[in-house]
């Protein structure tokens, strides 16, 4: 059975998943115990964890990353849709993503569309952000429309 839940425990003990979703801690310190945190569970177990700040107009998520076991099997397209939900009463959900990430996919499969670029956003991390062997420079924003 899922279920989801918003977290207001003590997020320190989500860090090491978090990590997955946004690997400089610097970085990731900066929104942790801003905004909400919720939880996707399969029969109690987490699945899919989100962080999202809104500003009153629209809601951005920081983080969404899914328990690595539970990939694939369409848990981070029901957690867009429960944040779609939550947070009905505003204009857009907002994610961004790297320039070359697989998610950029995953986004545009879930209804969101691209409309803008974060030039240099993960220059500014202390290491340099690879994925798929590739180094990430710009961040890529997409939104889908709610309210």
Do not use: H, W
């Amino acid at each position: 059975m899922l279920s989801f839940k918003r977290i207001d425990s003590d997020r320190s003990c989500y860090i090491p998943l978090l990590l997955e979703g946004d690997e400089d801690i610097a970085m990731l310190r900066r929104y942790l115990g801003k905004g909400q945190m919720f939880g996707l569970y399969d029969n109690g177990n987490l699945a899919v964890l989100a962080i999202v700040i809104s500003d009153g107009v629209n809601a951005e998520i920081m983080n969404i990353v899914t328990e690595r076991r539970f990939r694939g099997m369409g848990y981070g397209s029901a957690m867009l849709s429960f944040l779609s939900s939550e947070f009905s009463s505003y204009d857009f959900l907002i994610a961004g993503t790297g320039d070359s990430s697989p998610a950029r996919a995953f986004y545009e499969k879930n209804g969101f569309e691209e409309y803008g670029i974060r030039r240099g956003f993960f220059l500014q991390y202390s290491n340099p952000v690879l994925e798929d062997g590739r180094q990430l420079v710009d961040m890529i924003m997409y939104r889908r429309r709610l309210g």
